[in-house]
């Protein structure tokens, strides 16, 4: 196994005075190293992860980290920095930078080493020793793990007497203090990178409850591994703590004790409120619903700023519901990229009419090409029948686990069959997450719970959704989807012209955030059922994603000196990203320069949209760019409007950044870190 970090990956004069700076300087000591094969791929991705949420702790520690592929072995380097750099953490600018690189891949075991540096970070006496370091080779020993040479023996056992003393007193004192049992807490934490903060808010909540004599068990949900708590150590626990910003696992394993429910920096930067706060609840008496719990992202912050707030149930229930909504979305999403792309190469071979065709179970052809546009078409189709089902399964098992899988997936089909379509799958949805929900707070007798999730509850739940699917709601629902479809199928004139406007600026306010999601899934949806004004809303929202990637590539083409090297390098693999509907591809872009970049591409987009459903222009496929340009009607009107919308956009954008005067390089800035992510995200 290769040293994680050596002496020529430590600076201890880092001269950086920006976070986007700081990752380059450290970075090209990995690409020099030969660790980093693509070093702008890569800080693309240390930017995208940056973005997700600040990598900034207190105590003046900076980790920005990601998984790329650009890594071809588990890397650190570390800097120094005199003055201090933002990371975003709340006391204030980080002067310790450790830069954390993995690569897709890596195994457990290096991931295992990485998770105990994230751990010995909340160690006052190891920070204490990385800032009076003075030997580049003995800080990364340091940083290893191993003891300097000229460590001795005696320190060494000195130095080991007084952190078994600093674990074991607090505990003592408060044991004979009280004369009875500590109180007990269990523990999850999580982030969506699995590296660093996950392990960090492990350490974090143990080293607190030892200080404050708690005895805190926790799982860490990471990349070096899950292995789940020992269910007679989750009985015995008087309180729950999840610090998480990716869905906890099994989450009914929790149920019925007091839940305090919040963000992964919150376990970082204030453990002891949080076993406070557990203590109180269990005081109180105050039961949670852990089934009812989601994940935090980045901006649902609740209570200090850290993450989600208490975990009552009443709490954020509009973040709650655009998770659920969301984790149905994401599923679904490469059901319509697999059956969509195959129905428009089925089109493209044998027209609109193929899709008339026989079934090719009873009438298959080898050598003509008909027989293949049907095979296509067919297998595509196949693949879009599942849109619905698998949207209503994931909605309901982002409410409540595994055991919403069978009434949600039933409660999909039954959407179809009612013929009550996209809007009936959400519905059934939502309908088979809250009766697991509500069946799991009915108390059962012991004996009974081994078989709740795989029998019983699938049962019960899947009875009562199918009947109000089907006799309550279905057929209400049904009528508001024929509605919904003839308004689409009327609409002309300023009305068109006005959803094209709407859908254009959500699609690309966020560039794959929930508005962009719910823009997205709006128009796949229509292509379960085709009608004409469905075709016209998939064309308009694909055009109007493809406009921020192609507006930042054509202004850094032709204002250069507005941008910094890295930002006009990635500027020309967004001209591809845009044209294969990547809408992510505008993301760094963005992430640096929010302010005037935002503005200009929601404005292109509201200009490219409106064109579109002005023009008449359809489009049968959910996804392909450019490629599937021979499948739009009024194709050239159709990239006319892309064409305009762009424009627009790159000029705003010059407009906006020309205004502030001083050209980022001019100003000393080492710019962001541009994208040239490829990876297919069908704009969500």
Request: hydrophobic share 50%; aromatic share 6%.
């Amino acid at each position: 196994m290769s040293e994680l970090i050596t002496a020529e990956l430590v600076d201890l004069d880092l001269s950086a005075t920006t976070k986007d700076a700081a990752a380059r300087s450290l970075a090209e000591r990995m690409a020099a190293a030969h660790r980093v094969t693509d070093l702008d791929g890569f800080l693309a991705d240390v930017a995208a992860r940056e973005a997700q949420m600040p990598t900034g702790l207190d105590g003046g520690i900076g980790i920005p980290h990601c998984r790329s592929e650009h890594v071809s072995a588990p890397t650190l380097a570390f800097g120094r920095s005199g003055a201090g750099i933002d990371f975003g953490a709340a006391d204030g600018p980080a002067d310790l930078i450790f830069l954390i690189a993995a690569p897709a891949g890596a195994d457990d075991d290096h991931l295992t080493i990485l998770s105990g540096l994230a751990r010995r970070l909340m160690d006052p006496e190891f920070t204490a020793a990385l800032r009076a370091g003075t030997d580049p080779r003995a800080v990364a020993a340091l940083i290893r793990g191993e003891e300097p040479p000229e460590h001795s023996q005696e320190q060494e056992q000195a130095q080991e007497k007084a952190q078994k003393q600093a674990a074991t007193e607090p505990e003592t004192e408060a044991t004979e203090a009280t004369g009875s049992v500590p109180f007990r807490i269990v523990a999850v934490t999580s982030c969506p990178t699995g590296i660093a903060h996950t392990y960090m808010a492990a350490e974090s909540l143990a080293a607190a409850g030892r200080a404050e004599g708690v005895e805190v068990t926790v799982e860490t949900q990471g990349s070096a591994g899950f292995k789940k708590l020992d269910p007679a150590v989750v009985a015995a626990a008087d309180a729950v703590i999840w610090a998480h910003d990716v869905e906890v696992r099994e989450k009914a394993r929790f149920r019925g004790k007091p839940l305090v429910d919040v963000g992964v920096k919150a376990g970082i930067n204030r453990p002891v409120e949080l076993i406070a706060e557990a203590r109180r609840k269990a005081e109180r008496g105050e039961i949670a619903a852990p089934e009812s719990g989601s994940a935090a992202g980045p901006g649902d912050e609740g209570p200090g700023g850290d993450g989600k707030g208490s975990g009552e149930d009443h709490a954020h229930f509009g973040v709650r519901l655009r998770t659920y909504l969301m984790s149905g979305v994401s599923y679904m999403v490469p059901f319509v990229a697999a059956g969509g792309l195959l129905i428009a190469l089925s089109f493209a071979i044998g027209g609109y009419e193929i899709a008339d065709a026989k079934s090719v179970a009873d009438h298959f052809v080898w050598g003509e090409a008909d027989s293949w546009a049907a095979l296509l078409n067919q297998i595509g189709s196949a693949a879009f029948g599942f849109l619905v089902p698998v949207l209503a399964g994931y909605i309901a098992y982002g409410m409540a686990d595994r055991p919403a899988l069978v009434p949600g997936f039933v409660g999909g089909a039954i959407a179809l069959t009612v013929n009550a379509g996209f809007l009936g799958g959400l519905v059934a949805g939502l309908l088979a997450g809250a009766v697991v929900m509500a069946i799991q707070r009915v108390p059962v007798h012991p004996t009974l719970r081994g078989i709740m999730p795989v029998l019983v509850i699938p049962l019960i739940a899947s009875a009562v959704v199918g009947f109000l699917m089907f006799i309550v709601v279905g057929k209400p629902i049904a009528s508001l989807q024929n509605a919904l479809t003839d308004w689409l199928n009327g609409l002309s004139g300023s009305n068109a012209v006005i959803l094209g406007v709407v859908l254009g600026l959500m699609m690309c306010f966020d560039m794959g955030g929930p508005l962009n999601k719910v823009a997205y899934a709006f128009a796949v949806g229509g292509l379960a059922d085709p009608t004409p004004g469905s075709l016209k809303v998939m064309a308009a929202v694909m055009a109007a994603g493809m406009v921020p990637p192609l507006a930042m590539a054509l202004a850094t083409t032709v204002r250069k000196r507005l941008f910094t090297k890295t930002e006009r390098e990635n500027g020309r693999a967004a001209w591809v990203l845009g044209a294969s509907f990547i809408t992510e591809g505008a993301i760094p872009f963005a992430a640096a320069d929010p302010l005037r970049v935002i503005p200009s591409v929601m404005a292109g987009g509201a200009v490219t949209g409106a064109l579109s459903m002005a023009f008449g222009a359809t489009l049968r496929a959910p996804h392909g760019g450019v490629f599937v340009v021979p499948l739009i009607g009024e194709p050239f009107l159709y990239l006319l409007a892309i064409a305009a919308g762009t424009l627009v956009a790159t000029a705003l954008v010059v407009l906006l950044k020309g205004a502030r005067g001083t050209a980022p390089e001019a100003a000393g800035d080492a710019g962001p870190a541009g994208s040239d992510d490829s990876r297919v995200t069908v704009a969500a």
